[in-house]
């Protein structure tokens, strides 16, 4: 070829700085939602008896408590249930409760393998974790109920009124526990009666609001009526869950 013709070529030119951004931008947002959209692709069900509306979710989980409560536990094949779920999951409710050794979900409801959602903290508050689990919960796995369960005589309650009350800074990282509940202790100071229990209870209702208010997943699931989000507490003498009005 001549050396005249040459002008006349078009040059390669070295990509700029802000093409290869917006390229990369593009890639990483593009696998990034593949990955969110396969992760919500439908899948058969391992467990098809756990597609359940919220309110027939919620009145499995009173029934498998008050087997718990009589005593009477309905086994389950763990084995079966353990080749079902190498695949998946659908639990029928997820579960926020106290760390509390004394309170056990699938034993409180009797459940089996798969079929709860849980997610434990001392004194069962709703954080940034917390919410982020329970979302994934409702958006990618489709659980229609959660139940926030606090519990009698609840450690962490009481000593977030302790602390308060006698303005002492607890060792550790406790005091990130007595922040996340001073805000219920404090609302409920005006009651009358055990201060403790009504500070538990409030602590549920205020962490039961958190839940159904939280944009965009789950305040907009609450709205669509594909999920309910209720509080109870655990009887620590007879095992029994009230729900709060």
Not at 148 to 165: E, P
């Amino acid at each position: 070829m001549c050396e005249g013709c040459l002008p006349f070529l078009p040059r390669p030119t070295a990509p700029s700085r802000r093409s290869l951004m917006l390229f990369a931008a593009s890639a990483a947002g593009m696998m990034f939602g593949g990955r969110i959209a396969r992760a919500m692709e439908p899948t058969a069900p391992p467990k098809p008896d756990n597609l359940l509306s919220p309110r027939a979710s919620l009145a499995r989980l009173l029934e498998g408590n008050a087997r718990y409560v009589q005593g009477v536990s309905r086994g389950g094949d763990f084995r079966r249930e353990r080749n079902a779920l190498v695949g998946g999951q659908n639990p029928y409710a997820a579960v926020l409760t106290c760390a509390d050794s004394r309170i056990v979900p699938e034993y409180v409801f009797n459940s089996g393998l798969g079929d709860l959602f849980v997610c434990r903290v001392a004194g069962n508050f709703a954080n940034d974790e917390t919410i982020a689990s329970m979302e994934y919960a409702v958006a990618v796995l489709n659980t229609p109920l959660i139940l926030v369960l606090g519990h009698d005589r609840c450690g962490a309650v009481s000593a977030t009124i302790d602390s308060l009350k006698d303005h002492t800074t607890l060792p550790g990282h406790i005091p990130s526990l007595v922040s996340a509940l001073a805000p219920a202790v404090k609302a409920s100071s005006h009651e009358s009666g055990d201060a403790l229990a009504n500070a538990i209870r409030q602590n549920v209702a205020e962490n039961v609001y958190k839940l159904m208010s939280a944009a965009p997943l789950l305040k907009l699931a609450v709205e669509q009526n594909r999920l309910r989000v209720v509080g109870g507490l655990y009887r620590l003498d007879t095992g029994r869950v009230d729900l709060l009005s």
